[in-house]
């Protein structure tokens, strides 16, 4: 019972640790870049708006995040918060 509970925490941590919310990935985000491609890249949204033609997706929290603005599926205007 004692190995299970091990495995399972270093689970939990493997996964914490392997986000995509990094510096290093919002880095690579540019201006025109496909919805698809910014999924692939960090990841499904945590939530989007779609507003007068413009798809606005976050992926994170109050903590860290991300956000895309997007027109026509592409990325135009993006920013980020508290990403090491």
């Not at 985000?29 to 798809?55: A, F, H, N, S």
């Amino acid at each position: 019972m004692k190995i299970k509970t091990v495995l399972m925490l270093g689970l939990l941590l493997t996964m914490l640790g392997c986000s995509k919310l990094t510096l290093e990935n919002y880095s690579k985000i540019t201006v025109g870049m496909q919805y698809d491609e910014v999924t692939r890249l960090i990841g499904t949204p945590d939530k989007c708006d779609d507003v007068m033609g413009v798809r606005s997706c976050q992926w994170g929290d109050e903590k860290r995040s991300i956000q895309v603005n997007f027109v026509a599926g592409k990325a135009l205007l993006f920013s980020s918060s508290n990403l090491k």
